[in-house]
C-alpha cells in the first residue's frame, strides 16, 4: 500500500492576467491618458488590469470586437458598473449588493470568462468580483472570427497596465500528466498537472491549464481550450487528463465550460467526456484542440459522465477512470476497459457512492489500484476519505492522509527512479474561495502538497 502523507506547502497562483499581450507601466502624473492594443484571443477568457493611483477618479475598461460590440467596467468616484454595446444598442450594469468599494482600490480590473464579462478590483490584497453579466444571447463569444479581433483599451489615470488572457483565482481538479503507462511525465526539473483555472464564478467561467511543480514552487506553462464535436466555438472545457503516447498528446476532457449554475436550467444539462489527439507542444503557450467523443459506458441511467484518467497496461489493455452521475449532483466512481479507447466495456462501478469522484488509476508494484475521493455528502462510513479499490472497484483500503475541504482529488506520484532520496508524494487542492460573495462557488482552491511520512 502506500504510506502515510502529511502536508508540506500550500500555493495560491491568483493572476487575473495570466498571459499578458501587452504590459505597460507608467511614472506617476506623467503617463497618457488612454491605452489599447491587438489582443487576439483564441478562446474567450480575457483579462485587462491596470493600477491604480489614489486619487483616481474615474476608469474604463474595455474590449471591443471589430464588428463595433465593446463590453466595459468602470469605476467613478467608488461604483462599478459594467456596460454592454452590440448592434447599436447598449446596456448598463451595476450590482446593488456588491457594485460600491468601501476604500480606493489598488487595481481595477475586467474579465471575460466563456459567456461572462466581471468587474474586479483589487482591495487590501484581495481581488473582489463586484459585478457580472452573462452574456448569452447577446454576443457569440465563442465564435473565432470576433476572438482574433478582439482589442483591449482603457481611459483615465493609471499607474500600469496589462491584458491578454485570462488566469486563474484558484486552481482546482489536479490531474498528473503522464506517459500513457501511468508514470509521471516530468519535465525540466519538475512533475506536470493539468489543473481547472477558476474563473469569477461556477464551472462555466474555468478552463483548463498545465503547471509544473517543483522545488522552486507552482509555475504556469499552458492553457488548453476546446472544440466541440458537435457545436461550433472555442471552449474552455476542464477536469483534463494530458498523456503522453508515443509521439503525440491524448487529452481527455470534460465539457464543463457551459454547464448552467442556474439549477433551473439543469434539465437538459449533460456533461461528457471528449478526447483529442495532437503533436504539438502542448506543455507550452496556449492551443485550441479539436476533440471527438469519447464513449464510456455506464452502469445505469446517467445525466453526464465526467473526471477521466487514461491508463494503458503492459498488456496494451487501455483502463479509463471516470464518473458518473445519476443525477445532479449524486455521482459515483467507474472504471472501463478494452482494446482501445473506442472499444470500452464496463469493469466496475462504487454504487454505494453519492459523492465521490477524482477516479485515479495508479500502479503499486505490481498492482493496479483505483484512486477516488469521498465527499463529505457521502453516508458516515464513506465520507471525507480517499478510498483504494481494486480494478473490479471493491474497496481494499484507504489513503493515510489528510483530507482538504471540497472533494479533493488523490494526486498520488511515484518516485523519481533518478533520485535515490525521493519518495512518494500528493497533490490535491481545497474548497478555499476567493473573489468575494458574488464570485460564489467554483473560485477554489488553493494547492496542497503532502509527502510521505516519516
Not at 489614489?54 to 468616484?77: F, I, M, Q, Y
Not at 478552463?207 to 466555438?233: E, Y
Not at 503533436?279 to 496556449?286: I, P, V
Request: glycine residues 12%; aromatic residues 8%.
Amino acid at each position: 500500500m502506500l504510506p502515510r502523507f502529511e502536508t508540506i506547502a500550500r500555493h495560491r497562483p491568483v493572476a487575473i492576467v495570466g498571459v499578458p499581450c501587452v504590459s505597460e507601466e507608467y511614472d506617476a502624473g506623467a503617463g497618457p491618458r488612454s491605452g489599447s492594443a491587438a489582443t487576439p484571443l483564441l478562446a474567450p477568457y480575457a483579462a485587462i488590469e491596470v493600477a491604480l493611483p489614489p486619487d483616481a477618479r474615474t476608469t474604463t475598461l474595455a474590449l471591443t470586437g471589430t464588428d463595433g460590440s465593446a463590453l466595459g467596467v468602470s469605476l467613478t468616484e467608488g461604483a462599478v458598473g459594467l456596460s454592454v454595446a452590440v448592434g447599436g444598442s447598449s446596456t448598463a450594469h451595476r450590482s446593488r449588493r456588491h457594485g460600491r468599494v468601501g476604500t480606493p482600490p489598488a487595481r481595477l480590473a475586467l474579465t471575460l470568462t466563456g459567456t461572462h464579462l466581471a468587474a474586479l478590483t483589487l482591495e487590501n490584497g484581495a481581488w473582489v468580483v463586484r459585478g457580472r453579466v452573462d452574456l448569452r444571447g447577446i454576443v457569440d463569444t465563442r465564435d473565432g472570427t470576433w476572438l482574433a479581433g478582439l482589442t483591449s483599451s482603457w481611459t483615465g489615470e493609471v499607474r500600469a497596465w496589462s491584458a491578454g488572457g485570462f488566469g486563474q483565482l484558484g486552481l482546482r481538479d489536479i490531474r498528473l500528466v503522464s506517459h500513457a503507462d501511468g508514470s509521471p511525465y516530468r519535465d525540466e526539473g519538475g512533475v506536470l498537472f493539468t489543473a481547472t483555472s477558476a474563473g469569477p464564478g461556477f464551472f462555466d467561467t474555468g478552463h483548463t491549464s498545465v503547471w509544473q511543480l517543483a522545488d522552486s514552487g507552482l509555475t504556469h506553462r499552458a492553457d488548453l481550450f476546446f472544440q466541440r464535436p458537435d457545436r461550433p466555438g472555442a471552449f474552455g472545457d476542464h477536469a483534463t487528463h494530458l498523456v503522453r503516447d508515443g509521439e503525440q498528446w491524448l487529452v481527455a476532457t470534460s465539457t464543463w465550460a457551459d454547464f448552467p449554475a442556474d439549477k433551473a436550467e439543469r434539465r437538459d444539462a449533460t456533461v461528457q467526456i471528449t478526447v483529442a489527439e495532437s503533436t504539438g507542444d502542448l506543455l507550452r503557450g496556449q492551443h485550441l484542440l479539436a476533440t471527438r467523443s469519447l464513449e464510456v459506458p455506464t452502469d445505469g441511467p446517467s445525466v453526464g459522465v465526467w473526471d477521466p484518467h487514461l491508463v494503458r497496461t503492459e498488456t496494451g489493455e487501455w483502463l479509463v477512470g471516470y464518473v458518473s452521475a445519476r443525477k445532479f449532483f449524486d455521482f459515483h466512481p467507474v472504471l472501463a476497459s478494452g482494446p482501445s479507447l473506442d472499444d470500452l466495456t464496463l469493469r466496475g462501478a462504487a454504487t454505494d457512492r453519492r459523492a465521490t469522484e477524482g477516479t485515479t488509476i495508479v500502479r503499486i508494484g505490481d498492482d493496479w489500484r483505483v484512486l477516488a475521493s469521498d465527499g463529505r455528502d457521502n453516508s458516515r462510513a464513506t465520507r471525507g476519505r480517499f478510498p483504494v479499490f481494486d480494478l473490479d472497484l471493491r474497496e481494499i483500503g484507504t489513503l493515510e492522509a489528510p483530507y482538504p475541504t471540497n472533494i479533493p482529488w488523490p494526486t498520488v506520484i511515484a518516485p523519481d527512479e533518478y533520485r535515490p532520496d525521493d519518495g512518494w508524494s500528493l497533490v490535491t487542492f481545497d474548497g478555499t474561495p476567493a473573489g468575494g460573495r458574488l464570485a460564489g462557488y467554483g473560485t477554489h482552491g488553493d494547492v496542497v502538497v503532502m509527502r510521505a511520512s516519516r
